[in-house]
């Protein structure tokens, strides 16, 4: 059975920074990264295809979040920059089905715990 362990979340200032991380095997299917605000269905935050050659992102974090893989480790990194309050959310890594990788939550197979995130003065 497939397992994700996310990490990294934690309380930050806005305009602050956090890098989250996803330990999983399956080194060339795609991954995400996904978040659930309190009250808020889940939304796509980022994805990256399984060779990392190709990244997607929600608009609402383009330019501030980074995706990223080392397959060697089997870990998928998400850096947060430039952290706003209405990042607040619980943050899920994702395991897709196939490699190319899309911001749709039925590509995923296999979801980690998820992790906290609140971004607050």
Not at 23 to 47: H, I, N, Y
Request: with cysteine; aromatic share 12%; proline share 2%.
């Amino acid at each position: 059975q497939v397992q994700l362990v996310e990490s990294g979340g934690g309380l930050v200032q806005p305009g602050g920074s956090l890098r989250l991380s996803c330990a999983a095997s399956g080194r060339w299917l795609a991954m995400a990264w996904f978040r659930q605000a309190p009250g808020k269905e889940r939304e796509f935050v980022a994805a990256i295809s399984g060779n990392g050659g190709r990244t997607i992102y929600a608009d609402s974090v383009k330019g501030r979040f980074t995706i990223s893989r080392d397959n060697a480790k089997n870990t998928v990194y998400l850096q947060m920059g430039s952290l706003k309050p209405e990042d607040t959310a619980v943050y899920y890594c994702a395991k897709g089905t196939y490699a190319y990788g899309s911001s749709f939550q039925s590509d995923y197979n296999a979801w980690g715990q998820g992790t906290q995130v609140t971004v607050s003065s």
